[in-house]
């Protein structure tokens, strides 16, 4: 990218993003404006894909409506987005979860949970005490 650009973008980029990646469930706060008021809608689903660099990243929420699929792409920096709220981790070895389009039923959000090991939660809690 153009230094001068990247100079003049920098200012809009936010910097206070939550660190959610592909597979996370996360729940997008937006702004709507409906004639001459403003109210905050929300968008959960998975997050499929991660695109981009400074201004121009964007990410795509995948969720499941009335046994339809409905995607969304949401760029990061938008002044529309109010937060975004990560409801679930996950381990996800891919890049995009594109596959997700061809799965039905339960499937098609079955995103593989972050395993955490009891044994190493118990061995630092007495530590933390």
Same mark, same amino acid.
């Given at each position: 990218?153009?230094?001068?650009?990247?100079?003049?973008?920098?200012?809009?980029?936010?910097?206070?993003?939550?660190?959610?990646?592909? @597979?996370?469930?996360?729940?997008?706060?937006?702004?709507?404006?409906?004639?001459?008021?403003?109210?905050?809608? %929300?968008?959960? +689903?998975?997050? %499929?894909?991660?695109? +981009?660099? @400074?201004?121009?990243?964007?990410?795509?929420?995948?969720? %499941?409506?009335?046994?339809? @699929?409905? =995607?969304?792409?949401?760029?990061?920096?938008?002044?529309?987005?109010?937060?975004?709220?990560?409801?679930? =981790?996950?381990?996800?070895?891919? #890049?995009?979860?594109?596959?997700?389009?061809?799965?039905? +039923?339960?499937?098609?959000?079955?995103?593989?949970?972050?395993?955490?090991?009891?044994?190493?939660?118990?061995?630092? #809690?007495?530590?933390?005490?």
């Amino acid at each position: 990218m153009n230094p001068i650009i990247k100079e003049v973008t920098d200012v809009q980029v936010k910097k206070d993003r939550p660190p959610f990646k592909v @597979g996370d469930g996360v729940r997008v706060h937006t702004k709507v404006r409906e004639g001459d008021k403003e109210r905050v809608q %929300i968008f959960s +689903g998975v997050v %499929i894909a991660l695109k +981009g660099s @400074g201004i121009h990243e964007t990410f795509t929420v995948r969720r %499941i409506s009335y046994g339809e @699929g409905v =995607e969304r792409v949401f760029p990061v920096n938008s002044p529309n987005i109010e937060t975004i709220e990560i409801e679930k =981790e996950s381990e996800i070895m891919r #890049a995009r979860l594109y596959y997700l389009r061809d799965r039905q +039923g339960k499937a098609a959000m079955a995103v593989k949970r972050k395993a955490y090991d009891d044994k190493a939660v118990a061995a630092v #809690a007495p530590a933390a005490s």
